[in-house]
């Protein structure tokens, strides 16, 4: 049994892989082309093409999104979205189910791989985390992106986790851009990815319902970087109580 569990398992992602790059290639052109266009028109222009490639590609790899909380994103505003980290899968989970156009902060190595580095370079804030200026970049072009009007997608984990932990300890960052900014924070909860594709780098998956699970905005109005830690324990507690209530019901 477990042999052809495996076996399953590896055939399916292969059939994942191939489809996902297949159905890359369709909107690739669309993508190439907007590497012309600035922001904050790119994200815009980009966002429902992103959205309907994965809104076809998930559910024919048997992964359909539900999503809930859409309603606490307001006409006319925009937010610091984080989101937790399980698998590689969360990435293009994430931002085509965000209401709105978005950028994502990515690393910078990824934008190398042939072809989807041309999709990852032109929907992402690039950065090389062990560069002092391509840190000190990335933060002035988020800051910049939040007052031209979008939202960030940002992962507080900084990398997928790997534990038995709900959630892995936060960074500091996207809490000092919504400082800065003094832009609301809305937790963005991802359940089920980890059961697609955990994270073991085997070659080896399986289908899944996805569940996202936006929660009410946090303000950061009248906050200081003093209140950094306070704020980013309260956005930790809040999404880890919410995972560790509903993660064993969906």
């Known amino acids: 049994m477990k042999l052809l569990k495996k ?44 959205k309907g490639w994965m809104s076809f590609f998930l559910p024919l790899v048997g992964c359909p999104v539900s999503r809930r909380g859409k309603e606490h994103f307001k006409k006319g505003e925009n937010y610091v979205v984080v989101i937790n980290h399980n698998s590689l899968v969360d990435i293009p ?9 978005n950028k994502t902060l990515a690393k910078a190595e990824m934008a190398r791989i042939p072809i989807f580095g041309i999709v990852y370079r032109a929907g992402s804030i690039l950065v090389n985390r062990k560069d002092e200026k391509s840190r000190r970049d990335s933060f002035n072009t988020m800051n910049e992106m939040l007052r031209r009007g979008l939202h960030l997608c940002l992962y507080p984990e900084g990398t997928r986790n790997k534990t038995n932990l709900p959630l892995q300890k936060f960074f500091d960052g996207a809490f000092i851009t919504a400082i800065r900014t003094q832009k609301p924070i809305i937790p963005g ?4 990815t980890k059961k697609i594709y955990p994270s073991t780098g085997k070659m080896w998956a399986t289908p899944n319902k996805i569940h996202i699970h936006f929660l009410a905005p946090i303000e950061t109005k009248g906050l200081t970087l003093k209140n950094l830690e306070e704020l980013k324990e309260k956005v930790h507690q809040i999404m880890e ?10």
């Open 93 to 101: 989970v994430s931002s085509p189910w965000i209401p709105g156009a």
């Open 7 to 50: 076996v399953a398992g590896t055939v399916y992602f292969f059939y994942g892989v191939t489809l996902f790059i297949v159905t890359m290639l369709i909107i690739l052109l669309p993508v190439w082309a907007s590497t012309i266009i600035k922001e904050p028109r790119r994200a815009r222009f980009l966002h429902p093409i992103f």
């Open 189 to 192: 909860l991802i359940f089920n």
């Open 241 to 250: 109580s919410h995972y560790v209530e509903n993660e064993s019901k969906l």
